[in-house]
């Protein structure tokens, strides 16, 4: 006769598939060193509490013990038809290990509700820490690559039309800022998360006067949740950690956007290494940036995540409700997609080629246009003027189909008096970026800072 745990009130079955449409082992397993883990502190604490006695307790970690080994030597049998999640499966194994008189007492003054909370929080607490690397990493990357190829010059774009020249390390430090916000972002998350929900019960609070300060000691906490029923009901910690990850995936796609551009033939400022494209099944000259294109997709099934969780949270009833379970299968792909995601962006720009010829090759001297304006407003021509009289100059450049700094100074000269001959050295790409040496400019030295402000951002 197959039992559920909380058996006791039922007389009839329950539908197939609701069996299955109730499940959650198949996913929820993942926290399965978590749950055990949990299920440690939580019965020392009852040891304290006088709920076990020493040697209950220590058959009680024992058998604990021999479970986690079961699923780490991947010798853990689901039995689908009874083990509902991980936290019933676990529970169910430990009885038939120490057998059901001691195991029947772990639960105590525990509830599922407050359990899964706690497992929940445990895993992204570890997976927040593995990306806080995986991030770190990608951004040493791109502080390496600005440092190195700083020298280089390209065209800078609005409306992805030819603007003004920048340096390439400004173009990809203007991504770098973005993500070490992120990285900022995500360590404020992480204290909301590192926090411990165990002893809050089903809703109300444990009746044995467990010490629950103790147990979020032991589990790596930094803190409690102070209200029972918040403890329970809350999911906040998925819909922040989700609402950060898509704020990232937005970097991610926008950055590997201007790459994928960039990379075209028409462009050809870098080339993807051949670890991350792939070939075409039919046009044997292809080769296509499939990692770049992933990393701009898989962002919208990252926004997904978090707008279906918001969704589902928004009208359920105070404490814990069955809708919380579609908390966890979100949360789990959310957190993959966003954990690949950095390492492949990160794999793609460590192996990125850089083709700085390529860059200077696009430059043209109608980028100058402002270049030009600004000189006359140096001889204390008024900007708006100085619009106007460099629109000339370009209007002339085209008429005539010369370009802008092949005109003639009697050309020039011709369009304003104010014109000298020093005219010529704003026709200089390199004099262009250096001029703009403001804090957050492109000169070299308003670049080198930058660097400085996203290593600083690292520590
Ligand atoms: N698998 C459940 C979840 O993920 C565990 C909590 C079940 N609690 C309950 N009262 N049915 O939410």
Redesign the pocket.
């Given at each position: 006769e197959k039992s559920m745990l909380w058996g006791g009130r039922f007389t009839g079955g329950v539908d197939p598939l609701m069996m299955k449409y109730n499940a959650?082992i198949f996913y929820?397993r993942a926290f399965y060193a978590q749950d055990i883990r949990g299920s440690i502190a939580y019965a020392r604490a009852n040891q304290k509490t006088g709920i076990l006695t020493a040697d209950e307790f220590a058959e009680i970690e024992r058998g604990l013990k021999a479970v986690y080994k079961e699923w780490q030597d991947e010798a853990f049998e689901i039995k689908p038809e009874i083990d509902e999640?991980i936290?019933t499966a676990n529970e169910r194994r430990l009885g038939e290990i120490i057998g059901k008189q001691i195991a029947g007492k772990l639960h105590t003054g525990r509830?599922?509700?407050d359990q899964?909370a706690t497992d929940m929080r445990m895993w992204l607490r570890d997976e927040l820490l593995r990306i806080d690397g995986y991030l770190s990493d990608f951004l040493k990357v791109t502080v390496a690559i600005a440092e190195r190829d700083i020298d280089h010059v390209m065209p800078g774009y609005t409306h992805l039309q030819r603007a003004q020249p920048v340096r390439f390390s400004h173009w990809l430090l203007s991504h770098g800022l973005a993500f070490a916000a992120d990285l900022q972002r995500l360590r404020e998350t992480f204290k909301r998360v590192n926090r411990c929900p165990l002893g809050c019960g089903a809703l109300a609070g444990n009746p044995f006067g467990i010490d629950r300060d103790a147990m979020a000691k032991e589990l790596g906490f930094d803190d409690l949740i102070y209200n029972s029923m918040s403890g329970v009901a809350d999911r906040d910690f998925v819909v922040e950690t989700m609402q950060w990850g898509s704020t990232l995936m937005q970097h991610v796609s926008r950055w590997a956007e201007d790459l994928i551009i960039y990379s075209t033939a028409e462009f050809d400022f870098v080339k993807l290494a051949d670890a991350y494209s792939t070939g075409s099944s039919l046009m044997p000259q292809k080769k296509n940036p499939d990692s770049l294109e992933l990393l701009r997709g898989k962002s919208g099934r990252a926004f997904g995540h978090m707008a279906g969780l918001m969704m589902s949270v928004k009208g359920i009833p105070s404490t814990?409700n069955?809708d919380?379970?579609e908390s966890?299968e979100p949360m789990l792909d959310h957190v993959k997609t966003v954990s690949d995601s950095i390492q492949i962006a990160t794999g793609v720009l460590s192996t990125l080629k850089i083709q700085p010829e390529k860059m200077k090759a696009a430059l043209t001297p109608d980028m100058l246009a402002t270049d030009i304006a600004d000189y006359l407003v140096r001889k204390g021509v008024p900007f708006r003027e100085t619009h106007h009289i460099s629109g000339q100059v370009v209007a002339l450049a085209e008429q005539t189909g010369t370009p802008m700094d092949q005109l003639s100074y009697e050309q020039l000269k011709g369009v304003d008096a104010r014109f000298e001959k020093d005219i010529v050295d704003s026709f200089d790409y390199q004099k262009s970026v250096e001029m703009r040496s403001a804090k957050g400019g492109t000169s070299k030295a308003a670049v080198l800072e930058q660097i400085q402000v996203v290593k600083k951002m690292l520590v």
């Open positions: 959650s929820d999640d936290h509830s599922r509700n899964v814990y069955k919380l379970q966890v």
